[in-house]
């Protein structure tokens, strides 16, 4: 599924990590991005540790859980052309 901006990072996808909202479409989950943003205060370190991780995805990880919590999010249907949808194999 594709999330609206300001989440164009976060993906969900059935079939990977039980449809849990991920980064990029990386098996990295929204909720392990946050897990690690806690446990990491030196952002160096984190990104020495977690190399396929950008500042915008922790950004956007954060904004994610706020929304959440609110219940600010839409999610739109799964476009097969979205660019964040990846392709079938």
Do not use: H
């Not at 919590?69 to 392709?87: G, K, R, T």
Request: charged letters at 30%.
């Amino acid at each position: 599924m594709t999330l609206k901006a300001p989440f164009d990072r976060i993906t969900i996808e059935p079939g990977k990590m039980g449809g849990k909202p991920c980064i990029r479409g990386l098996r990295i989950s929204v909720e392990n991005v946050l897990n690690i943003v806690a446990s990491y205060p030196d952002r160096k370190e984190l990104f020495e540790n977690y190399p396929d991780l950008e500042e915008e995805d922790l950004r956007q990880a954060l904004a994610f859980a706020v929304a959440s919590m609110d219940d600010q999010i839409e999610i739109l249907d799964l476009l097969p052309d979205s660019p964040n949808v990846p392709a079938a194999s």
